[in-house]
């Protein structure tokens, strides 16, 4: 992880401000933190010490289960933001945050800025709106194991998780997230291949044609 700093820190504040989501000045004490893919952003159980924007870079939600079983439950895109929940509650237990491509934040110190976020009606405003939407997706995601095939589901998967056109999921993580067998996943996984949507190189894809991809991934957008 690497905290920008000097010219490079005020170069990025300049272009990419987020100011016209509070009330109040939040940048004397903003930091901007950017994370290699497979960087944790947030370790699992551990309490973050910062509210964080993404500004650019997409992430994966993990959590653990009583049985040691570690599952995939969602992604963080651009103009997410990443400890709202801790924000907001007291006791709550923090999921794995992983970068799955280079992401950039901006990471707001809660022991800064809490009183004043937690004030801020403007703030609120956003939030609300944010963890609305949040819901939403999560309940849509469900809903769309039963109504769509698995070529739809598996197509906007991969566009969510490919950094720089290689998509390099572990099998068994995708099954888990998508409900599927493993021997359906590798089924699809070669009919993308026979159609030229992707390439298999050793255990990672490359995406070939991302218009076909979109299209099926499209379906679960306009349902």
């Not at 924007?53 to 959590?63: C, D, N, P």
């Not at 309940?139 to 390099?168: M, V, W």
Request: hydrophobic share 40%.
């Amino acid at each position: 992880m690497e905290v920008y700093k000097g010219e490079k820190k005020r170069s990025f504040l300049e272009n990419h401000s987020i100011a016209h989501l509070f009330s109040f000045p939040i940048e004397a004490f903003m930091e901007v933190h950017e994370y290699q893919r497979d960087e944790w952003i947030i370790n699992e159980g551990m309490r973050p010490d910062f509210l964080f924007y993404v500004m650019e870079g997409k992430a994966k939600i993990y959590v653990t289960h009583q049985n040691g079983k570690v599952s995939l439950i969602n992604f963080i895109n651009a103009n997410d933001y990443i400890g709202e929940m801790e924000l907001l509650n007291d006791v709550y237990y923090t999921k794995g945050i992983q970068a799955s491509t280079k992401t950039i934040c901006f990471a707001i110190p809660f022991h800064r800025y809490r009183p004043q976020l937690l004030d801020d009606a403007k703030f609120l405003r956003e939030l609300t709106k944010f963890l609305s939407v949040k819901a939403t997706l999560m309940a849509a995601k469900y809903s769309q194991s039963l109504a769509f095939p698995l070529e739809n589901r598996l197509a906007d998967f991969i566009l969510q998780t490919a950094d720089e056109g290689i998509y390099k999921e572990k099998h068994v993580t995708v099954c888990d997230y998508l409900g599927v067998s493993y021997r359906h996943l590798l089924h699809v996984l070669t009919q993308f291949c026979d159609k030229n949507y992707l390439q298999k190189d050793g255990r990672n894809y490359q995406i070939k044609q991302y218009h076909s991809l979109c299209e099926l991934a499209g379906v679960l957008k306009n349902k």
